[in-house]
């Protein structure tokens, strides 16, 4: 089966501040099994604050048999030693109209296509180590140059959640407003690319 995936970019070598070697390159379609054991793996907590979709093997296989999705990029960190997949960025062109609207409520305006929406998600027991950083980096990095104008958070993040306000501070991320949905207090970012 074809490895290549439907939107290549060049892999980047990344090192996190433990000494973990990574690689930073476009999910394909070989990764079904790792990327289902990483997102089988993830904790509650980190559920709690990450849920762009399923996170289960059988999401993993339908993703990684879908990657000709023209409203999606999907990047992902990977151990350079064997390969396994530690870290995940979903990039997404289709934004739904809720999100926009914040946005527009702001006097800012989000376009499909033009704009994009990001969540990242580190394994668990090597957050804190400079990889989010990493693959904020890399991965912003592609979007500007396929012309990605503006990024803003998918959903949010929970204003509860420093370590990502801070990754996201750190790869340039501003705040755009706090807003609040089920109880659960959120701050929308948002990141020029132009
Ligand atoms: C958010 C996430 C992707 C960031 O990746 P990471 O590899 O853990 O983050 P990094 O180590 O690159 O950077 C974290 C920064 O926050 C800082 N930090 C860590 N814990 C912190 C805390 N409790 N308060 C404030 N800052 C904190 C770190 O010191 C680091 O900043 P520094 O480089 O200036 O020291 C990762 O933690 C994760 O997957 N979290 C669970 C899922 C999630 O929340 N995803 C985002 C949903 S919006």
């Known amino acids: 089966m ?29 990764d079904a099994s790792s990327f289902g054991d990483f ?12 849920n762009p979709h399923p996170l289960d093997r059988t999401e993993a296989e339908r993703i990684c048999a879908a990657l000709d999705d023209p409203t999606a990029l999907r990047f992902v960190l990977v151990d350079a030693r064997d390969d396994q997949v530690l870290a995940y960025l979903l990039a997404q062109f289709v934004i739904p109209e809720g999100e926009k609207a914040r946005y527009q409520n ?29 693959l904020l980096k890399g991965a912003l990095g592609i979007l500007r140059q396929r012309g990605c104008r503006h990024v803003i958070l998918f959903g949010g993040t929970r204003t509860s959640n420093a370590r990502a306000i801070r990754a996201y501070e750190k790869a340039g991320f501003k705040p755009a407003g706090v807003f609040r949905e089920r109880g659960i207090e959120s701050v929308d970012m948002w990141l020029s690319l132009k």
């Open 2 to 30: 074809e490895e290549s995936p439907a939107h290549p970019f060049p892999a980047i070598s990344v090192i996190g501040s433990n000494g973990v070697v990574a690689t930073l390159r476009a999910l394909k379609r070989g």
């Open 39 to 50: 997102l089988e793996a993830l904790s509650a907590e980190t559920r709690e604050r990450y």
């Open 106 to 134: 702001r006097g800012w305006t989000i376009e499909d296509g033009a704009d994009c929406r990001i969540a990242p998600v580190v394994t668990d027991h090597l957050q804190g180590n400079g990889l989010g950083t990493e």
